[in-house]
T-cell receptor, first 113, second 115 residues
Framework: EAGVTQFPSHSVIEKGQTVTLRCDPI?????LYWYRRVMGKEIKFLLH????????ESGMPNNRFLAERTGGTYSTLKVQPAELEDSGVYFC???????????FGPGTRLTVL | AQKITQTQPGMFVQEKEAVTLDCTYD???????LFWYKQPSSGEMIFLIY??????QNATEGRYSLNFQKARKSANLVISASQLGDSAMYFC????????????FGTGTRLQVFP
């Protein structure tokens, strides 16, 4: 069974540009989460989808971040315009139910110059 | 507010020995879940073990076991018979308040296994 996949693995962009990160969850997992780890800080929750609906977006830092999950399959996280403080590793995770394991993808390392 | 505390920034253990990584948590919820993840140098987050707050027995998965002491609000990870490949960052996490599914992470412990 394929795990959670994320694309790209690395992205280097300039301040003010736009970047879109993609996450493909494990097939059949309705729950999809985005997290990020900024250098030297804890891993922080961004938002949670159940199928195509946003269940909890309390962790989204500001309106420069837009997440979508059309059709309840893959998800995208767009940062527009990117700022220096957006640099970090963005993880996606999926789970079958809330009580079970969250399986994480390999992450996308975003560097904003 | 919910919080996870990992007080050991780094730990060393000799191959084949057991090691305990500490994790304490703070929550006022009765229902919660505790997770441990391993992050090797390659960067991916690998799920290791899960303990539900109502589980009576400590969770075990192969060489990993979770020493769950509810009254003390601790959920330490025990790795038995350490291997060189166990060298990694280890994160303890708790499922958030009852009305959300987010995980709250600790700052992690870097484990180094030496021959």
């Amino acid at each position: 069974e394929a795990g959670v996949t994320q694309f790209p693995s690395h992205s280097v962009i300039e301040k003010g540009q736009t970047v879109t990160l993609r996450c493909d969850p494990i097939s059949g997992h309705d729950n999809l989460y985005w997290y990020r780890r900024v250098m030297g800080k804890e891993i922080k929750f961004l938002l949670h989808f159940v199928k195509e609906s946003k269940q909890d977006e309390s962790g989204m830092p500001n309106n420069r971040f837009l997440a979508e999950r059309t059709g309840g399959t893959y998800s995208t996280l767009k940062v527009q315009p990117a700022e220096l403080e957006d640099s970090g590793v963005y993880f996606c995770a999926s789970s079958q139910d809330r009580n079970g394991a969250r399986f994480f993808g390999p992450g996308t390392r975003l560097t904003v110059l | 507010a919910q919080k996870i505390t990992q007080t050991q920034p780094g730990m060393f253990v000799q191959e084949k020995e057991a090691v305990t990584l500490d994790c304490t948590y703070d929550t006022s919820d009765q229902s919660y879940g505790l997770f441990w993840y391993k992050q090797p140098s390659s960067g991916e987050m690998i799920f290791l073990i899960y303990q539900g707050s109502y589980d009576e027995q400590n969770a075990t998965e192969g060489r990993y076991s979770l020493n769950f002491q509810k009254a003390r609000k601790s959920a330490n990870l025990v790795i038995s018979a350490s291997q060189l490949g166990d060298s990694a960052m280890y994160f303890c996490a708790m499922r958030g308040p009852w009305n959300t599914d987010k995980l709250i992470f600790g700052t992690g412990t870097r484990l180094q296994v030496f021959p």
